[in-house]
């Protein structure tokens, strides 16, 4: 075997093992996975897992930092670009609800992180490393949003905050009641009742 394909191999393994544990920490939780499930999962042996990876805890973090920059990548593209801010923001949410309920990955990464270190201190780092995601985030809205026509007394590090909580709170909320309503189909609605609020300009109705 060819040290190219070795290599080969050994990616398409750490790959496999990453997409295993997420689904793995994703449906039981961080302190009742266990590296043997995630090995079966990933149909190799615990000796490959321990190759690739030290413990529970690196495997995890690594799951959630390189699946959710992956998964998330497209969506946070959509507040690029040379439409009017506020079309990018509503842009943004559309693809993240409707990501949240079509694409597995971005749905499992997610679901894995909202859920904390879950009292495992060896986690606390990735708690660190999501404030600093968080931060950045929070930064990216509210510069764009500065150049937006905000309603009166709305700066934009609230519009920012504001989009940033309702994302969240959607997620949060449809991952815990998933038969309530559908993200993907009201991914729209949803957005539009973000950007421009419940009640209309006039206050009517």
Known sequence: MSMRRSAEDAAATRRA?????????AESGYAAATLAGVAARAGVTRGALYHHFS??????LTAIEELWAEAAMPVWARLDGPEPPVRRVTDFLVAFFTALEKDGTFREVYALSVRG???APELARGLTDKQAIMERWRGQLTDLLG?????PGVSPRTAALAVITAA???????????DLFSPAREARSLADAVLHGLARPDGDG
């Open 17 to 25: 093992l990453l997409v295993a544990a997420l689904a793995e920490f």
């Open 117 to 119: 270190a879950e009292g």
């Open 168 to 178: 969240n709170g959607t997620a949060v909320t449809w991952l815990a009641c998933p």
């Open 55 to 60: 413990d529970k805890a690196e495997l995890c």
């Open 147 to 151: 150049a937006a026509p905000l309603r």
